[in-house]
């Protein structure tokens, strides 16, 4: 299923926050109800919202009514809708057409790999690691030298060595490559890192 979303860029920082007030205190008709529905979720982010909905028509409306109250209060901002890219794992442009054949798909995977491993060499830190805990420090080191002569980006601690991995399909693939390979004792797991997901507000408003 198809998920978009209503980005609002506030570009007037001193009356930006009145908006969410707006939001949180308006009271909508029953008409302004039916258009929106019940699947809108509101959520904000300093001088951001964003508006989560279900299909492209609902962003559309959402669109048009957070315009109105942008300029019911006299505020500036930019607003767009997007939809959530699968492969690439980003929100993007919803004008923008998704990948349609195995080729396109296949490009949209390599960039966003390349973008990964951009972001993974800016930060000296991996998104997704692929820990595991072997039986011995004799064995964990000898396992990190080999991942390392085949290019692996490993760290060996103690008993433990730990793999980096631009995406999660690398890392459940090198995870179930490790499992067939080494010895029942060796414990291998995948580790996330998510301090740089977007984070959503404790408060969700849905209308």
């Known amino acids: 299923m198809e ?3 209503v980005e609002v860029e506030l570009n007037d920082d001193e009356h ?3 908006l969410r007030e707006r939001l949180r205190a308006l009271d909508l008709d029953d008409r302004a109800r039916e258009k ?3 699947g809108v979720l509101v959520t904000r982010d300093g001088s951001r919202l964003f508006l989560y909905v279900e299909s492209e028509p609902q962003a559309r409306e959402a669109e048009r009514v957070v315009g109105e109250l942008v300029a019911s209060e006299e505020l500036t901002a930019d607003v767009r ?3 959530w ?6 929100w993007k442009d919803a004008a923008l057409p998704l990948p349609a054949t195995p080729v396109e798909e296949a490009a949209a995977y390599a960039a966003r790999e390349a973008a990964e491993e951009l972001e993974a060499e800016r930060e000296g830190e991996y998104d997704w690691n692929v820990v595991v805990h072997m039986p011995g420090r004799g064995p964990a080191l000898d396992l990190a030298r080999r991942l390392h002569a085949d290019g692996q980006p490993v760290l060996h601690r103690w008993r433990y060595v730990i793999v980096g991995a631009v995406t999660e399909e690398r890392a459940q693939e090198l995870a179930e490559q490790l499992r067939s390979e080494l010895p029942d004792d060796a414990d291998v797991r995948i580790e996330v890192d ?8 404790l408060q969700f408003l849905p209308f």
């Not at 890219?85 to 980003?90: A, F, G, L, S, W």
């Not at 998510?194 to 507000?201: F, I, N, Q, T």
Request: charged letters at 35%; zero cysteines; glycine letters at 8%.
């Open 16 to 18: 930006g926050y009145s």
């Open 85 to 90: 890219h699968e492969i690439e794992e980003v």
């Open 81 to 83: 809708v997007t939809r």
């Open 36 to 38: 929106l529905g019940t």
């Open 194 to 201: 998510l301090s740089d997901v977007e984070r959503s507000p």
């Open 3 to 5: 998920e978009y979303r």
